[in-house]
C-alpha cells in the first residue's frame, strides 16, 4: 500500500475545498486507534531507538510489548498509537527508516487477532464474594491465587474485552491491575 | 520486506567511489589491540584525514597511532565542535565521509552541535568517541557520558562496541550507513577496554544488513506519471535542494532543465546545483529568497521536487504556499515525502538515478510566457542596495565573487551575510556552497572551511576556499585559526563586521520596535586583526570600498597560511527580500518602506 494516495495535508485539504472537491470522511482528520508490528534486530539499543523516535518526533504511544521470536537474532514490537492517516503514514515511514528495523507493519489495515492478558486483584468480602466471581466467569477469568482478603484473576482477550472487564470490577474495591499490552497477529488469508 | 520500501536494496556510490579493501592491510586474522584495529579498518576504509582531539578514554589509539603510523593524515583540532564541523566541511567539499576522533565524556559532548548539524543538513561523518571501560559503564566514573544516549535522536545511527571482534565489522558498517541512502552522522562508542583488548582482525568486504534499504531507481509507473504531469503543465519549476548536491546530480539537471525549459529555483542547500548565470536559473527562494523566484512558486502549476524537503524557511505559511501547484517530489528519505506538503507524484529513489530515468520520457516544452512572465517580476523587484559609496556587506561579496569569477568554494557562518552570500555570490558549481541550513550553527564556517581547505588539497583542486562569517559567529570557533595555520592552508577569512549580531538586530528592528536587547558587539568584539595575527595568520582591515578591493588583492597574495580580512561595514543594514517567519510567501518585506505588518 502507498501511502501518499490516502494521506492529505491541512494544505491539500484547503486546497481541496477551494476547487470545490469531495473530501472523504476518512480523509487525515479522523483519528483511529492502530496497531503496528515492528520486527526489530533483538538489542536494547534497537528496541531504545524506535520508543525514541516516538518521543523525539512528538507521536503517541499506549502500550508496548516486545519480547522474542521464532528467529532469537530478531525482536516483535508490537505498538499502539493512535492517529489520523496522515500522522500514521509519517509513524510508519520513519520506523521503516531505522537501521535497525526489518519490517514494518500496520495491522489495523489487515484481518488481525490481538490480544492482551491482564491480572487483577480485588478484595472481596462475604457479601461480594460471589459476585465478582460471577462477573469474572461471563469474562472467563479465571482464579490464580486468593488469600482471606483478596483473590486475582487472569484474564486474556482483545484489548476491549479486557477494559470491559475492568470497568465491571470497579464497584469493587481493586487493589491492583498489571496488563501487558497489546499483541497482534495477521490472520492467514 | 519494510513498508514502503520497494526499490532494490544495493549500495549506492555517491561522490566516494566505494572503497576498495587494500590486501596488504587485511593480512587475515593478525591479532592485534583493538585501537590498531580501529586504525586498521579507518585505512582498509580508505580514510585520508581525522579530525580529532585525544583524551585518556583515546589514549591507546593515540598510542597505537604514534607507533604504527597509519595511512591517514591526523589533524589535532582544538575544539571537538571545530572537529566535527570540520570533517563536514570536508564530506560537503568532496562527497566522501568526514571523520571524527574524540574521548570519552566532554570530548563526547563537544561534539554534540557538530553531530546534530550533520544530522539536520544530511552531512555524511563518523564520530568515535572514546568511552570508560564496559564494566565501569553505569558507574557515574570519571568522564563517563552516556554518548549514544545523548546523541540517539541527532544521528543516523549509532553503535556501542562492546567486543572486539566486533570493532571492524562495526567501522565498516558506520561508513556505509554514513554514506549511501540520505546521508548523515554515525557515532561508535569504544571502551577503553575493547580498545585494549586483542583480537584478530579482519576487514569485511561487504555489509550485510537486512534492516537497512537504500532506495536507486525510482518506480516506472511512477516515473510515467511525473513525465505525462511535466508535459500537462504550464507553468512547470523545478525547486532544488542539497539532495542533489548530495548525489552528485548537477550536470544532469541542468541538462533536463535546458533540454525542456522548465525554470529552477533551489534551495539555501541547492545553491551550485544549478547554475545561477543561465536565463533558467531564478535563484534561491524562500525566507530571504528572490521575489521573483517566490512569485514563481505561488503562480506555478507544477513543483518538480528534487532532492529538497519542503523546510519552513521554504514554504512559509503553508496554507498558502504554491496554491496552484501539482507536486512531483523526487527524494530518497521516504519519511520527507508527504510530510509538509502532499505529493501528487512521490518517486522514491536516488535523485540521481531517477534523473537518470526520466531525463529521456520528457519532451522540450515551449515555455516562452512564464518565462517572459517571470522575467517581469525579475524586473519588479530585483536584488538592490543603497550604492552610497560606504562599504556595504553586499559590496564585500561582490567583490569576492568577482575576485574569484564565482569559481571558489565558499563557506559561511550563520546570519545575515549568510543570506547576502546566498544573494550575491552567484554559485555556478556543484559543492561549492557550504553553509549550516537545517541547524543554524553559529561558529560553522571557519572550522569547516577549514576541513573544506583539506579536502581541496587532498583532491588537488586549486579552487580557492573562502569562509564568509559575521563578527558574532566567527569567535565562537575562532580557536580552529591556528590549526588552519599550522597546515598552511591558504584559507581566505572575511569576517564581515557590523559591530552586531545582525540577524538578530534586524528582527529587532523588525519585529520588536527597535528594542536591540544584547545583541550590539561593539564592546566584547575583539581586535580582528590582532586576533588573526596572533593565530599565525595574516590580519587585513578595511573600511571603504577602495580598501575592500585592496585588501581582497592582497589576501589572495598570502599562498602559505590563512589571511583574514576584516570588512567593517554598515550597521543597520538589512536583509530584503524578506519572508516574516510564519507569514504567507506572497507577502514579503521587499525593503525598509514596505507596509509591515508584524511589528
Ligand atoms: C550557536 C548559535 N547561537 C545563536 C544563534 C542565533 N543567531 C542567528 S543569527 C545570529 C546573529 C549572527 O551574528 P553575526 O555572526 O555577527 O552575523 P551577522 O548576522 O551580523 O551577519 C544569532 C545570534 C545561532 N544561530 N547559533
Redesign the interface.
Known sequence: M???TL??????I??KK?AGEPIQPDDSEMTRKHTIVVL??NSI?AF??VI??FS?RGFNIDSVTVGPTEDSSVSRMNIATVGNS?II??V???????????????LTTTDYVERELCLLKVCYTKDSRSEILDVSDIFRGKVVDITKKTMTFELRGPSQKIDAFIDMMLPHNIVEVARSGRVAMQRDI | ?????HTKVQPVVTGDALPKVRPELTTKGQHMSGAEILLRSLEAEGVKIVFGHPGGAVIHVYDEMHRIKPQFEHILVRHEQGGTHAAEGYAKATGKVGTVLVTSGPGATNTVTGIADAYMDSVPIVVFTGQVPTGLIGNDAFQECDA?GIS??IT?????VRDVSDLARTVKEAYH?ARTGRPGPVLVDLPKDVLLAKGPFVYPETVN????AVPAEGRVEKLERAAQMIEESERPLFYVGGGAVNSDSSELLTDIARHTGIPVTTTLHGLGAFPEDDTLALRMLGMHGTWWANQAIQHCDLIIAVGARFDDRVTGK??S?A?HAKVIHIEI???C???????DC?ILGNVRNVLEQLRPMVKPKDTTEWLKQIDVWRQECPLKYEQDGKLRAQGVIENLRDKTNGDAVVITDVGQHQMWTAQYFRFLHSRTHITSGGLGTMGFGMPAAMGAAFGMREIGSSRPVVCISGDGGFVMNAQEMSVAAAHKLPLKLAVINNRFLGMVRQWQELFHKERYSHTDLSDTNPDFVKLAEANHCVGLRATTPEECRQIIDEAWKVTDRPALMEFQVAKEEMVFPMVPAGAATGEMITDRMTPNSFV
Open positions: 502507498m501511502a501518499d494521506v492529505l495535508t491541512p494544505q491539500q484547503i486546497r477551494a526489530v534486530e539499543g531504545i531507538r525514541n523516535m523525539a496522515r503514514a509519517q510508519l515511514r520513519q520506523l521503516s527508516r531505522l537501521v535497525d528495523t526489518i519490517e514494518v507493519t500496520d | 520486506m519494510k513498508y514502503d520500501v549514544i540517539r535522536s543516523k545511527h549509532s553503535y556501542l550507513i544488513m537486512r534492516g537497512y503553508l496554507d504556499w496554491p528519505d521516504q519519511s515525502i508527504s510530510k509538509n506538503v502532499f505529493a512521490a
